[in-house]
């Protein structure tokens, strides 16, 4: 596992420490590998999901950081979202 998955990993915990009910994440970061988010919590892995969304190391990180809205990451085709859009929207809000 990469140092920025496990600090990944470690950052969304924090703000996720209940998990995520409403369905199964996948945050896949380019190069890295990939984050499972579901009601059991947060884990590196590379399952099955709902919705899956991409983005670079960089991007990431700036949305884990505050620094970048979710939705203003996908407008601006820095984040791509695969499958459940409306189970994306729920994450995004639990992320800000």
């Known amino acids: 596992m990469s140092d920025v998955i496990k600090a990944a990993v470690e950052a969304l915990s924090k703000r996720m420490a209940e998990g995520f009910s409403d369905g199964v ?3 896949v970061i380019e190069g ?3 984050i499972m988010i579901d009601d059991s ?18 991007v990431f990180e700036q949305i884990l ?4 809205d979710p939705t203003a990451a ?3 085709g820095r984040l791509s ?12 809000s639990a992320l800000a």
């Not at 919590?41 to 960089?58: F, I, K, N, P, Y």
């Not at 950081?65 to 970048?68: C, E, I, P, S, T």
């Not at 979202?81 to 995004?92: I, Y």
């Open 25 to 27: 994440a996948k945050f």
């Open 32 to 34: 890295e590998g990939a």
């Open 41 to 58: 919590g947060v884990r590196a892995g590379d399952e099955e999901a709902d919705v899956t969304l991409t983005a670079a190391s960089d």
């Open 65 to 68: 950081g505050g620094d970048l």
């Open 74 to 76: 996908f407008m601006s």
């Open 81 to 92: 979202v695969d499958g459940d859009m409306g189970l994306a929207m729920k994450l995004g």
